[in-house]
């Protein structure tokens, strides 16, 4: 099923997007929020020179349209796999302000389809039908210190009209609720997250990708995704291993305009 209402950028605000290096070099420059239960949050690790993020430089770029496949009340988690079989990836995503400064107890949150294109919630939008609980690969979790949000992941699929991609959305003073989901705050960013097409190419050979039979849009072809980049959402992508199978990090830095 395509999906309709990702065919083109909302709104007018604007967030700042920084990459690679400039990630790992931000240091926090703000008062911290109330620290968070180490299962909702990223573990805080030790900043790199105070000199480096004076010297990150952030680019403006549009927000993305949220799409028809959002569910509320996301679990705040770190691993959102629930036992899906697919490429590991390992997210590192860096939220900053205007002022290129980390946010800390940001609630970063993404969700995207299986490997074979379906999104829990909505399983057989994409011709596959499986038991659907409602909740897999969907969740976020609070940012460290230094404006990081790790999420454990499996490399997305893909399904008709659109490249592979994650939605992501970057909340602030959210309250955790005690069924393990979140409440109230303010929504700061709406936007996507997308791979190299290199990368996803020798992805879609490993199983359980390369039994789709579902013509694949490329990063080049999809209706969204405008060749900007890192500041259009372009994901850093390292290898784990010697294969495409072993997984992949992916880093890049948002930074959001309240």
């Known amino acids: 099923m395509t999906e309709h209402s990702d065919a083109r950028p909302v709104g007018r605000r604007t967030v700042l997007i920084a990459t690679g290096t400039t990630a790992a070099a931000l240091t926090v420059g703000a008062a911290t929020a109330q620290q968070a239960p180490a299962a909702t949050r990223t573990p805080d690790t030790a900043p790199a020179a105070a000199a ?3 010297a990150a430089v952030c680019t403006l770029t549009k927000e993305m349209t949220e799409g028809p496949y959002y569910l509320g009340g996301a679990l705040v988690r770190c691993d959102i796999t629930e036992g899906k079989a697919g490429v590991p990836l390992k997210l590192a995503l860096t939220v900053v302000n205007t002022a290129c400064t ?3 107890n940001a609630l970063v949150e993404i969700w995207h389809a299986d490997a074979l294109g379906e999104y ?3 399983v057989g939008n994409n011709g596959h039908h499986e038991s659907d609980d409602g909740t897999f690969l969907r969740g976020g979790v609070l940012t460290n210190s230094s404006g990081v949000a790790d999420i454990t992941t499996i490399y997305p ?3 008709r009209g659109r490249c592979i991609h994650i939605h992501v959305k970057v909340h602030t003073g959210v309250t955790l609720t005690s069924d393990g989901s979140f409440t109230g705050g303010s929504t700061l960013h709406t936007g996507q997250l ?3 097409e290199t990368i996803t190419t020798a992805v879609a ?3 359980p990708y390369s039994t789709s039979t579902v013509t694949r849009t490329t990063l080049s ?4 995704y405008d060749g900007g980049g890192a500041s ?5 992508l390292t290898a784990l291993g010697s294969s495409a199978s072993s997984g992949y990090t992916g880093t890049l830095t948002l930074g959001v305009s309240g």
């Open 52 to 54: 480096a993020a004076a």
């Open 194 to 196: 997308f791979f190299s």
């Open 157 to 159: 699929g893909w399904y």
């Open 232 to 236: 259009s959402g372009l994901l850093t």
């Open 102 to 104: 980390p946010i800390d």
């Open 221 to 224: 072809q999809d209706s969204v």
């Open 205 to 207: 050979k490993v199983s």
């Open 120 to 122: 829990s919630g909505y």
